[in-house]
């Protein structure tokens, strides 16, 4: 089972650019396809989207076009950017894995607290 | 998006007990539902998928059960580490979504 590891800035200002990185260990990010997930105060948990093994991405049609989701093979690592955020973007980050896309999510990192303010 | 609704949005129960939660989807999603638990400061851990099929390395207390639109996670006897919060999650379509959680607290 990959371990998954989110990081990035805490504090993002209000029409700024949120990015935050995923580093995988223990397995090759061209292994699994990868998704990136939220939960806000109060709220759910949200799917924000997906890069698969091959690369290709979706994302979470509530989020319009803001979301930018890519993989860097040698570094192991995959990406979340996520433009013009405001106060409702303040959330827990999750990065995630599935060896499917219609299937199970089988490992989770800790998660990063993003705050937009 | 397929809603799901999940029941109760917490609970708290003693060693021994028999818990159930459930999960209704807004349409039928078959057998693509898992169940995981978080816990504070970690992420969520995968207990059941496929509905009804135990994680590896997951306690055989845990079971799931149900499919097309009513699921249900079981424990059957709690257990004072299973304190966290339980979420079903369906993979049957994009977007992935959530049920709302519960709660779940040892007395």
């Known amino acids: 089972q990959v371990q998954l590891q989110e990081s990035g800035p805490g504090l993002v200002k209000p029409s700024e650019t949120l990015s935050l990185t995923c580093t995988v260990s223990?397995?090759?990010?061209?292994?699994?396809?990868w998704s990136w997930f939220r939960q806000s105060p109060g709220k759910g948990l949200e799917w924000i989207g997906y890069?698969?093994?091959?690369?290709?991405?979706n994302h979470n049609p509530a989020l319009q076009s803001r979301v930018s989701i890519s993989m860097d093979t040698a570094k192991n690592e995959v990406s979340l950017r996520l433009t013009s955020v405001t106060a409702a973007d303040t959330a827990l980050y999750y990065c995630?894995?599935?060896?499917?896309?219609?299937?199970?999510?089988?490992?989770w990192g800790q998660g990063t607290l993003v705050t937009v303010s | 998006a397929i809603e799901l609704t999940q029941s109760p949005s917490s609970l708290s129960g003693s060693v021994g007990d028999r818990v159930t939660i459930t999960c209704r989807a807004s349409?039928?999603?078959?057998?693509?539902l898992a169940w995981y638990q978080r816990r504070p400061g970690k992420g969520p851990m995968v207990l059941i998928y496929?509905?009804?099929t135990l994680n590896g390395g997951v306690r055989s207390r845990f079971s799931g059960s149900g499919s097309g639109t009513d699921f249900t996670l079981t424990i059957s006897s709690l257990r004072p580490e299973d304190f966290g919060t339980y979420y079903c999650?369906?993979?049957?379509?994009?977007?992935?979504?959530f049920g709302g959680g519960t709660k779940v607290e040892i007395k």
């Open positions: 995630a894995s599935q060896v499917v896309l219609f299937g199970v999510i089988d490992s």
């Open positions: 223990g397995g090759t990010i061209r292994s699994h396809n």
């Open positions: 890069i698969t093994k091959t690369g290709n991405t």
């Open positions: 349409q039928g999603i078959g057998s693509a």
């Open positions: 496929d509905a009804s």
């Open positions: 999650q369906q993979f049957n379509s994009y977007p992935l979504t």
